[in-house]
Structure formats: structure tokens, C-alpha cells
């Protein structure tokens, strides 16, 4: 429209030219010179140029604003068909009440296919194999609500998983590419990965410098448990609903914090300990074994990087415990022990160094590489998805009148940083992830 205003008044400017010459030659009272015919005959030709441009336009616009219309009006139809299709809320599926009657219905459907609970079917996984939009292969996902739940149950029994920093992924995505600093000194040169600031004279050249980047990448691994429920205890939803929760609930918790520990990285997370990223504090010179001293303590605080100091905990095997309370703080020719209490009958204060102690099963017996752990696990990057998917089978142990039950999470983590830290002063490296060297 604003071509078609334009060429209006370049038309009216030639018309006026035209007629201008024309005016001339009346005042003049002559003939048109063979110059002034010519003249005449470029405008003439300018104005059918320009008629035939705006007609060309206006046939386009026509046009455009038809095509228009007709889409509009088929937007409009295939909204409203969408809305009449849609079920309305009062028709819609009541939701499981609890766990256990979805488990129920999920074996009835396996009996009896065509007899499936309408209730499945709103949240069917796809039964094609490897399919993106159902992590599981086929069977039925744990309705919206109890999935959650027992995500949220998971972390609350895995001491470690829980603290870490997780990210959820989509349902088109397979893992996480994550662009971080590769930073491993913090001397001059090497920070940020590379970033070094001058002081410059006047007038002086100025030298560049840039940030160093890696790429943490992480693809979602499968954590599965198997579970056989009675014919029994399927009549009795609340108690299978109980038991597989908490069943399953505790144990892919366990193999979480273990797999945090001592994973490889292939085909699960990648573990802390053993890690390039990881610190190991080397025992005392004649240090017996099977022991933790405060000299052992006190270099594997001295270690720790300052910003995590205030998130990082104790994590021991509950066989440390003698060796902690025993330990003492040489002063003068005599010594104090490190856990004050006036008896033994009250309870040792439940920090070193001032973080918290924590006892997990997944620690090494004392004197063992992983029996004292002082860890940040918010400096422990994990991936999830879609949280725990169940597949049944009523054919896998028939004759014991049982119906199994496959459960799937999908996750994978590793530490953030890939080395340890050389710090800006002084040769000892930090790290979020501190251990003790075996003491044989």
C-alpha cells in the first residue's frame, strides 16, 4: 500500500509536468516543437509505466488479502473443531486414588487387554520400543501425581542425590550438553580459563585475552528393579501400594548414592571417587591402619574450595565412628580429644570442623579410600527424566500365581569440574570432593 501511495503522486508530478508544456505552448501561441513533442511523448509513457505498476499492485493485494481471509477462515473452523472434539471436564477419567489400584489395574490390563482401565489409556506409554516420548519400553506410566511422588521419595532416601544440582529433560532429548569454564588454576593466566587483566600505562598496547570453555555432557543411563506382587496381595491395593513404594523407593536410592560414589560412567553416572576432579589426602607417616586422625581431618578441610566450605559435609562408614572419637589435638606435652562430652553417655556433637556428619551405607569400611568423604555434592551436575515408568507381565512367573512389575528411572551425573584446582598461591590443589588414601 505504501508503493501504490508513492507511485500516486510520482503520476500527478508527470501529470503536472504535461501540463505545464502544454500551458507554454498556449501562451506562446506556437505549435509544439519536435524537442517539446518528444518531451510530451516521455511523459506520456512515464504515466502508462506507472498506471500499469499500480494495476499490477492492486491485483497482488487483491489477491493477498484474499488468501488471507480464506486462511483466517480456516484457523477459525479448525479451532472450533478442536474445542467440539475436546472431552469435557466432567467426562474426562477419575484418577487413581492411590498407587496400588493403578498396580491393580495395570494387571487386569495385562489379563485382559481389551478390558483396559480407561484410566491407563490417558496415560499409556507408547509401545514401540525405544520411543522418546515414553522413556520405558511399553507398559503403562505411573499416573502424573504418583510419578512425582516417587521421584520426590527416591531423593529423600538417597542421602547423596538429593543434594546434588539436577536438571529435568525434555521428552525429545536423550541428554544435556552443558557449555562450562574450563578452569583448572587460579594463577595468572589460567582463570576463567584463560583470562588475564593487565595494568597498562598510558598510551600503552593492550594485550587480549579470552575465557577457556569445555562442554560437560551427559546422556540419560537406565536404572530398572523388578518386582513380583502376589495374586494375594493385588486383591489388597493400600498394601501393595505401600510395599512397591517403599520397596523400590529405598533401593533405586541406594544404587544412586552408590553409582555417586563409584560409578564408571559407562552405562551409569560417573562416581567421585577415583575422579580426575577429586582430591586424596595420603595418610600420616607411620600412620597405623585403619585409623583417622585429626591431621588427617584437619588437611582434608585445609583442601576443600572455599565457596563450597559452607554446603560441604562429612559422609563416613558407620565403622569410623571409634576412630573419630578417639581422635585427639596434640597441645603441649598432652593432648584433647576432638569430640567433647562430659560422660559417655551423652552424644558426641554432630559436626567436624564445624560442617555436618552424615553415615551412609555406600562409604568403604575405615581405613578404605571412600571411608571419610568431605564433599559439596551441589558441585555434582544430574540429568533426569520423566521420572519412574512400570511395565507388568503376568506370564513371567505364572505358576507361582504373580504378576511382575519392571520399573525404570533414567538419569546420569558427574562432577562439574573435570580437575582438580591449583589455587592462585601455594601448590596444593582444591577440590569440592575431598577423600583419605587408604591406611594398610
Known sequence: MDRITTLRAERAAVVAKGMALLAKAETD??????????????YKAEIKAIDYEMSTLAAFTSAHEASERQREEATAQATQATQAAKPKADSLPTPFKSFGEQLKAVQMAAINPHATDSRLLEIQAAGTGANEAAPSDGGFRVQTDFSGELIKLVHAAAVLAGKTDRTPIGPNSNGL??????????????????VLAYW?????????????YRQIELSLQKLTGLYYATDELLMDTTALGAEATTAFTEEFGFKLDDALLRGTGAGMPLGVLGHAGTV????????????????????MYARMIASSMSRAEWYINQDCWPALFQMSQVV??????????????NAPFGTLMGRPITPIEQASTVGTVGDIIFADFAQYKMIEKGGINADSSIHVAFL????????????????????ALTPYKGTNTLSPFITLATRA
Do not use: C, H, Y
Not at 598496547?205 to 579470552?210: D, G, N
Open 280 to 299: 586424596s589426602i595420603t595418610k600420616e607417616t607411620n600412620q597405623t591402619a585403619a585409623t583417622i586422625n585429626t591431621e588427617n581431618v584437619q588437611k
Open 177 to 194: 550438553k552443558i557449555n562450562a569454564i574450563d578452569e583448572t588454576s587460579r594463577v595468572d593466566g589460567s582463570r576463567w580459563g584463560s
Open 332 to 345: 603441649g606435652l598432652g593432648g584433647v580429644p576432638v569430640f567433647l562430652n562430659a560422660n559417655m553417655a
Open 29 to 42: 501561441k506556437a505549435r509544439l516543437t519536435d524537442e517539446q513533442m518528444a518531451e510530451s511523448d516521455g
Open 400 to 419: 507361582t500365581d504373580e504378576t511382575v512389575f519392571r520399573w525404570t528411572l533414567r538419569t546420569d551425573g558427574q562432577p562439574k569440574r573435570n580437575a
Open 200 to 212: 597498562t600505562s598510558e598510551g600503552a598496547t593492550l594485550t587480549a585475552s579470552r575465557p577457556k
